[in-house]
């Protein structure tokens, strides 16, 4: 009798949970991926770079007469951001246009890069970017000759000089984590100057700290070595 009533009892509440759940609201299950995606941080890290390129690039174009020392701060951002801080000085002293010419400063370049690549590790990846640089310098021009078509050419020497330019980038890199925070990687970078002008009695320099010889399209290459912190 009480086997019964105990499978009259267990067919009751099978009938009773089945005619339940018939009623109660569809549940939408989470996206897992999107749940992923929102709990990426935003802040991942700041990386600090030194780059070995330039100095070797311009000493040796030069011939040891010109060199930049720059080094880089990014910080990564949402796994596809990265601001960067770009910082350094450069000093010349070099014949130009007949004349000579010594000149150091500093420069510094603001700008964004975002990752090309989505998919992989998020902390190696291709890099595209822009920059807006600037630099303030001291300078002087010395035996700059004039080009005179019947008077006798006089040396003119420009002393105390001081001039800011300002240009823009757009850059192509990669970004590349090796071992306990160690890092390495590269940029190519075109360049395009903005002030083209020159004051009355002042010469324009014929270096620019950052941009490279004084030209209106410029290019330049960095590899970084660093680290993340």
Same mark, same amino acid.
């Given at each position: 009798?009480?086997?019964?009533?105990?499978?009259?009892? +267990? +067919?009751?509440?099978?009938?009773?949970?089945?005619?339940?759940? %018939?009623?109660?609201? *569809?549940?939408?299950?989470? *996206?897992?991926?999107?749940?992923?995606?929102?709990?990426?941080?935003?802040?991942?890290?700041?990386?600090?770079? +030194?780059?070995?390129?330039?100095?070797?690039?311009?000493?040796?174009?030069?011939?040891?007469?010109?060199?930049?020392?720059?080094?880089?701060?990014?910080?990564?951002? @949402?796994?596809?951001?990265?601001?960067?801080?770009?910082?350094?000085? @450069?000093? @010349?002293?070099?014949?130009?246009?007949?004349?000579?010419?010594?000149?150091?400063?500093?420069?510094?370049?603001?700008?964004?890069?975002?990752?090309?690549?989505?998919?992989?590790?998020?902390?190696?990846?291709?890099?595209?970017?822009?920059?807006?640089?600037?630099?303030?310098?001291?300078?002087?021009?010395?035996?700059?000759?004039?080009?005179?078509?019947?008077?006798?050419?006089?040396?003119?020497?420009?002393?105390?000089?001081?001039?800011? *330019?300002?240009?823009? %980038?757009?850059?192509?890199?990669?970004?590349?984590?090796?071992?306990?925070?160690? +890092?390495?990687?590269?940029?190519?970078?075109?360049?395009?100057?903005?002030?083209?002008?020159?004051?009355?009695?002042?010469?324009?320099?014929?270096?620019?700290? /950052?941009?490279?010889?004084? %030209?209106?399209?410029?290019? /330049?290459?960095?590899?970084?070595? /660093?680290?993340?912190?």
């Amino acid at each position: 009798m009480n086997r019964r009533w105990l499978l009259i009892l +267990l +067919l009751l509440s099978t009938i009773v949970f089945a005619h339940a759940r %018939e009623k109660m609201p *569809d549940v939408q299950m989470p *996206d897992l991926k999107k749940i992923k995606r929102d709990s990426v941080p935003i802040y991942q890290g700041v990386n600090v770079k +030194l780059d070995i390129a330039m100095p070797i690039i311009e000493a040796v174009r030069s011939l040891g007469k010109i060199q930049n020392y720059e080094m880089a701060l990014n910080v990564r951002m @949402a796994n596809r951001f990265y601001p960067t801080w770009e910082m350094g000085y @450069a000093w @010349a002293e070099c014949g130009a246009d007949g004349g000579q010419y010594k000149g150091a400063g500093g420069f510094g370049r603001l700008g964004l890069d975002l990752a090309v690549i989505k998919k992989g590790r998020a902390e190696n990846n291709l890099l595209v970017g822009v920059r807006v640089g600037g630099a303030y310098q001291g300078y002087q021009m010395t035996d700059v000759k004039q080009n005179l078509d019947y008077w006798p050419s006089i040396p003119l020497n420009f002393y105390n000089q001081n001039r800011f *330019d300002c240009w823009g %980038e757009i850059v192509v890199g990669c970004q590349v984590y090796l071992w306990k925070g160690f +890092l390495m990687g590269w940029f190519g970078r075109v360049k395009l100057l903005f002030t083209t002008g020159v004051e009355a009695n002042a010469v324009l320099p014929y270096y620019v700290p /950052g941009l490279g010889f004084r %030209e209106d399209f410029n290019w /330049g290459f960095n590899y970084y070595i /660093g680290y993340r912190f």
